[in-house]
């Protein structure tokens, strides 16, 4: 026999034995409907944005190195609102200013805004990312420019900014341009938080000059 609380989908399977006595077991098909529902949440209030740094002062290839970056140096009042309405979870596009001038990678916030340590007293604020994938297919500026479907990204008519939103349909329109499928589960969900906390112990926080 074996009784289920399909109402609450609880992860609690009730069986007896021969013998009547009834043990209580978890239920795997509760667990994972209860995990899939979570997942499903995370994506729907998930934010997307894209912030800018000269390669020659930081480069997405130093951020893999690192394995973590404090995101500092922002002295542009929207650019910073836009840091502090990030969560932790959220994705944000890594574009190469100045030199290059192309997406090049993908980072997620492992940290929501707190003081600029490199401001003491001033009213700016810092996050930290970890680095989720490079980008098979670097998207370029020209390229961004000539696609119709990106005509009105917060890139282009806020090109003056370090840090800009961006939505979830361009999110994943130029993830397709980039060739480039995000790594199973790497951006939320328990495998997220155990590479961030995986990182935190192997990588000492490294200081981003924006």
């Given amino acids: 026999m074996a009784a289920r609380a399909d109402r609450d989908r609880c992860a609690i399977t009730a069986r007896s034995d021969d013998d009547g006595r009834v043990a209580l077991f978890p239920d795997p098909s509760a667990t994972s ?21 000269e390669p020659n002062k930081y ?9 973590r970056a404090t995101w500092d140096g922002v002295r542009n009042f929207e650019a910073r609102n836009h840091m ?24 997620r916030v492992d940290r929501e805004a707190y003081a600029d340590p490199t401001a003491p007293g001033e009213d700016w604020s810092v996050v930290e990312v970890v680095p989720v994938t ?7 500026l020209d390229v ?6 990106l005509a009105d990204i917060a890139l282009l008519k806020r090109s003056r900014l370090s840090v800009v939103p961006v939505s979830k349909p361009h999110f994943d329109h130029l993830m397709e341009l980039a060739k ?17 906390k995986s990182a935190k112990k192997t990588a000492a926080p490294r200081e981003k000059k924006a």
Avoid: C, N
Avoid at 90 to 105: A, M, P, R, T, W
Avoid at 180 to 186: D, E, G, S, V, Y
């Fill in 59 to 67: 480069s997405f290839a130093q951020l893999l190195k690192d394995g």
């Fill in 180 to 196: 480039t499928k995000l790594p199973a589960r790497m951006a939320d969900g328990a495998a997220a938080t155990r590479a961030a």
């Fill in 33 to 53: 409907v209860v995990g899939s529902r979570a997942e499903r949440q995370r994506d729907m209030s998930r934010q997307y944005w894209l912030m800018k740094s």
């Fill in 144 to 149: 961004i420019k000539s696609d119709p479907e």
């Fill in 134 to 140: 490079s980008l098979k297919s670097p998207v370029s």
């Fill in 84 to 107: 502090r309405s990030m969560h932790e979870g959220d994705l944000v596009l890594f574009y190469h200013s100045s030199e290059g001038k192309e997406i090049v990678g993908v980072m």
